[in-house]
């Protein structure tokens, strides 16, 4: 844990007892703050007072002695409107911060050159967090990983010289971090999401440059740009006085980063060097991960790791359950479960990346549905729908892709199965990329493919790949 001693002897209010907020709770009364805790659902209070915390309706008491407002991610900052815990705090005049932000100052406080890497983008954010910490680990560093990937950055050790901390970050974590400043940023890739949370792309894009707006000066902004949004926010960074190092996966750069036929190149003053090699590396296949691998490499490099240690990681790293995560064999069948395909966009990088697809789609539908996954769809022998988007995913692919309706995980597994051995293609891959979130069949995206994963091991004759 990580005490936070900046609010020492102040009272601080905290919304959001889930796995952060409680987090954040501890790590203040470690460091000496009384902490008054709030939290819409009866359960999380209960769990709160359990853990020996004054619990409250935060709407009953009075702000006018409350330092800050530390916010749980999940409670929107501005849009659609405020939550009303940030109302009554932008009343009183308190500032409204997250668990991020009580981490840079600690930071600040007592190890201001701890190397800290934050990563964000649309998609592909935590796979390159695990596979940057990963890299770091096999090079020697005494490495910490967390925010938005899993355990709660407070609940990490604390920094110290030599000790590198490696945090994924949404987009709603940035936004109540106002003083984020890493060792080095990674900005991979901006598309339309999470509207609703931001209002307008435009904003979004702006709250997500602010993870390398804030780069120390010392430090380094990798940015993805092969999208226009991060081509503009790296000119700006650039024009700002930060260094920037550009990558693409899309086309040659005169000064950056690039991956060329699966090898890892940087380029810099009209000179090449091949850096790491990436071809026939199962846990980072296709273009998307092409990019997040050159993004980690590029931010292992930043910190001096050596190439040879560069390709013991790259080759070694096991990748992410539910991301392209390749579950078993059946004889030429692949089976790869890409729950976390939770978006169109998300979808295109895994039907991208393999040929004779049988693919299993649908769940709660997002905006626009798969109608711009269409230049995918000749990739796609047979299409098996499931959930609350198998009519409307149904239309869109009539007289362009046979499907049928599957309904469930259950029908669509064997179903897709049997036809992907008796299809005669080389290398048929059954692959689980939904491209839609699963609420209307499960609780979250790891419950669907822990689902996906049991259903296909469980089917004769299968072998689990390792």
Not at 209 to 216: A, D, E, N, P, S
Not at 248 to 275: C, F, N, Q
Not at 297 to 318: I, W
Not at 402 to 420: C, G, K, M, Q, V
Request: hydrophobic share 45%; proline share 4%; with cysteine.
């Amino acid at each position: 844990m990580i005490p936070v001693t900046s609010f020492a002897g102040k009272t601080i209010a905290v919304f959001g007892l889930g796995g952060s907020g409680l987090a954040s709770c501890h790590a203040l009364k470690a460091g000496g703050a009384e902490v008054i805790a709030g939290d819409d659902s009866a359960d999380n209070l209960a769990k709160a007072a359990q853990a020996g915390f004054i619990t409250a309706d935060l709407r009953k008491v009075s702000w006018v002695n409350f330092a800050a407002l530390v916010l749980t991610p999940g409670a929107p900052l501005t849009h659609p409107v405020p939550h009303w815990s940030v109302l009554a705090a932008r009343e009183a005049g308190v500032e409204v911060i997250g668990d991020i932000e009580l981490f840079c100052r600690e930071r600040r406080r007592h190890a201001p050159d701890a190397p800290f890497v934050a990563i964000t983008g649309t998609n592909g954010k935590s796979t390159t967090t695990a596979l940057t910490a990963h890299l770091m680990q096999v090079a020697g560093y005494d490495t910490q990983m967390g925010g938005n990937i899993g355990t709660a950055i407070l609940q990490l050790e604390r920094p110290r010289a030599g000790r590198v901390h490696v945090i994924e970050m949404s987009s709603y974590q940035i936004d109540l971090a106002p003083s984020l400043d890493p060792s080095v940023g990674i900005l991979l890739n901006i598309s339309e999401d999470h509207i609703d949370r931001h209002g307008s792309i435009e904003h979004y894009a702006s709250v997500k440059q602010r993870l390398i707006t804030g780069v120390q000066p010392q430090g380094a902004a990798i940015v993805g740009v092969d999208d226009g949004w991060c081509r503009a926010i790296a000119d700006r960074i650039e024009q700002s006085g930060k260094r920037v190092i550009r990558v693409s996966v899309k086309r040659p750069l005169a000064d950056g980063v690039t991956v060329e036929r699966g090898m890892i190149v940087r380029a810099a003053g009209g000179a090449r060097e091949e850096i790491a090699d990436i071809g026939g590396i199962g846990s980072l296949r296709g273009l998307h991960n092409a990019q997040n691998a050159a993004c980690a490499s590029a931010c292992a490099l930043a910190f001096g790791v050596s190439k040879d240690n560069l390709q013991k990681g790259l080759r070694s790293f096991p990748g992410l359950a539910h991301r392209m995560e390749q579950v078993g064999r059946r004889g030429a069948v692949l089976f790869v479960n890409d729950s976390k395909g939770t978006n169109a966009d998300a979808a295109a990088h895994a039907l991208s990346s393999f040929a004779d697809i049988f693919w299993i789609a649908g769940g709660k539908p997002k905006t626009g549905g798969i109608t711009g996954l269409a230049e995918y769809f000749s990739r796609i022998r047979k299409a098996y729908l499931i959930g609350e988007a198998a009519q409307e995913f149904a239309a869109t692919l009539e007289g362009r892709v046979p499907y049928e309706l599957s309904d469930t995980l259950e029908f669509a597994i064997p179903n897709a199965a049997r036809d992907a051995e008796t299809s005669g293609v080389p290398e048929p891959v059954v692959l689980l990329s939904p491209a839609c979130a699963s609420f209307d069949q499960y609780r979250n995206f790891e419950l669907r493919g822990n689902r996906f994963r049991d259903l296909v091991l469980a089917l004769p004759g299968v072998k689990k790949v390792v």
